[in-house]
C-alpha cells in the first residue's frame, strides 16, 4: 500500500534562509509525486509534481524538489524563503494508473522569522 | 472555466441531521474525489469516482455515501452527521495522467 512520510511536523526558519521539507514515501513502483502548499483557511495550491524524466523538478515562487529513487525521497527546497511562504505544505503520491488516488503526508507548517 | 466548485462553502449542523455537498465541475473531468482535511491527519480520502454512474469506497468512507449521477457532479452525503464529522471537506478532479484540481473547500461543523 501506500504511503507517505513527512517527518517534520513543525519548521521554523529565517526569512532568507534555506528551507528543505523532508517527504519519504511508500510505493512498489515509481508512483506520481506532489507538493501542495496551503495557507491558512485556504484551498491546495499546486507547487510542482514529478511524473517522469527529469528528476530535478521546478515549480512555482522559487521552489524546486528532487526526486531520488534509492532514498524514496521527494524533497521539497528553496534557496531563499520570503515570509509569504509561511503556510502549511503536502506531499502527496499517486498511482500512475488505475484510480490516481492520492495519498496525502500529514503535512509541514513552515513559520518564517522576520 | 469556473474549474471545481463546491457547495455550501460553511455549514453548521445538529448531531444527526442530513446533508448534501455538491461538487461541480466543468471541465469534463473522468475522476472525482472527496476528502477529508482535519488538523495533523493531512487529507483522507472519503470516497472516489472514475466516471459518470461509478463511485468506490476511499480511506475514511463511514458515515459518507456517494453519487455519480452526472459526469460534472460528485455529491457527498452524510445521512446522520456525528460531531467527528466535523472538517474541512475537499474536492478534487482530474483526467488521467494530469493532476488533481481541487476546490475551495466546505467547512461543516457538527454539533
Known amino acids: 500500500a501506500q504511503s507517505v512520510t513527512q517527518p517534520d511536523i513543525h519548521i521554523t526558519v529565517s526569512e532568507g534562509a534555506s528551507l528543505e521539507l523532508r517527504c519519504n514515501y511508500s510505493?512498489?513502483?515509481?508512483?506520481?509525486l506532489f507538493w501542495y502548499v496551503q495557507s491558512p483557511g485556504q484551498g491546495l495550491q499546486l507547487l510542482l509534481k514529478y511524473f517522469s524524466g527529469d528528476t530535478l523538478v521546478q515549480g512555482i515562487k522559487g521552489f524546486e524538489a528532487e526526486f531520488k529513487r534509492s532514498q524514496s525521497s521527494f524533497n521539497l527546497r528553496k534557496p531563499s524563503v520570503h515570509w509569504s511562504d509561511a503556510a502549511e505544505y503536502f506531499c502527496?503520491?499517486?498511482?500512475?494508473?488505475?484510480?490516481?488516488?492520492?495519498?496525502f503526508g500529514t503535512g509541514t507548517r513552515l513559520k518564517v522569522l522576520a | 472555466n469556473a474549474g471545481v466548485t463546491q457547495t455550501p462553502k460553511f455549514r453548521v449542523l445538529k448531531t444527526g441531521q442530513s446533508m448534501t455537498l455538491l461538487c461541480a465541475q466543468d471541465m469534463n473531468h473522468e475522476y472525482m474525489y472527496w476528502y477529508r482535511q482535519d488538523p495533523g491527519m493531512g487529507l483522507r480520502l472519503i470516497h472516489y469516482s472514475v466516471g459518470e454512474g461509478t463511485t468506490a469506497k476511499g480511506e475514511v468512507p463511514d458515515g459518507y455515501n456517494v453519487s455519480r449521477l452526472k459526469k460534472q457532479n460528485f455529491l457527498l452525503g452524510l445521512e446522520s452527521a456525528a460531531p467527528s464529522q466535523t472538517s474541512v471537506y475537499f474536492c478534487a478532479s482530474k483526467k488521467a495522467q494530469e493532476t488533481q484540481y481541487f476546490g475551495p473547500g466546505t467547512r461543516l461543523l457538527v454539533l
Open positions: 510505493y512498489g513502483a515509481t508512483p506520481y
Open positions: 502527496a503520491v499517486s498511482t500512475t494508473s488505475g484510480t490516481y488516488k492520492y495519498i
